[in-house]
């Protein structure tokens, strides 16, 4: 997952923030594309997250996982963003079961940030683009702490 030198800053940061989070790393997640409010990371079918062994279906915890990982990373490389964010609120509906021995591949877009939250809309795919394995949407952080910092301040 590393970056190259012509890399946007914004999405460099996004792409190192990935990079620190230990469960991605864990879960083999690869970001594919970073930049303009927009993310697509992936994760191979791993034997070690299966979630039912009769089918060897992966576990919904680690989709949902590789969704959260990849709707933060839209927000962080949105324009108007902080470097960080966190989740506020994410939905997320399953589908269909992922195909076992399948990569899953999960694209997130933030489509609207106001002051203090960014909302964002993802979909997981297995080789079938054509049915998604799961779709989000969710609400995530949008300020610095510094700000809400200095709002918490002004309240007291």
């Given at each position: 997952m590393s970056g190259d030198d012509s890399e946007d800053p914004k999405a460099r940061i996004a792409r190192q923030f990935i990079e620190a989070i230990?469960?991605?790393r864990e879960l083999?997640?690869?970001l594919e594309e970073i930049g303009g409010g927009f993310a697509v990371i992936s994760m191979p079918w791993d034997?070690?997250?299966v979630g039912d062994p009769r089918t060897g279906v992966i576990h919904g915890g680690a989709?949902?996982?590789l969704m959260d990982t990849?709707?933060?990373a839209a927000v962080i490389s949105a324009e108007k963003t902080p470097r960080v964010t966190a989740t506020l609120?994410?939905?997320i509906d399953y589908m269909r079961p992922a195909t076992p021995g399948q990569r899953i591949v999960a694209r997130a877009t933030c489509y609207h940030v106001t002051r203090s939250v960014a909302f964002v809309r993802a979909t997981a795919h297995d080789d079938d683009t054509d049915t998604p394995v799961a779709t989000a949407a969710g609400a995530f952080?949008?300020?610095s702490g510094e700000e809400r910092t200095r709002s918490s301040e002004a309240v007291s």
């Open positions: 230990p469960h991605s083999g997640m690869r034997e070690r997250l989709v949902s996982a990849c709707c933060g609120d994410l939905r952080t949008a300020s």
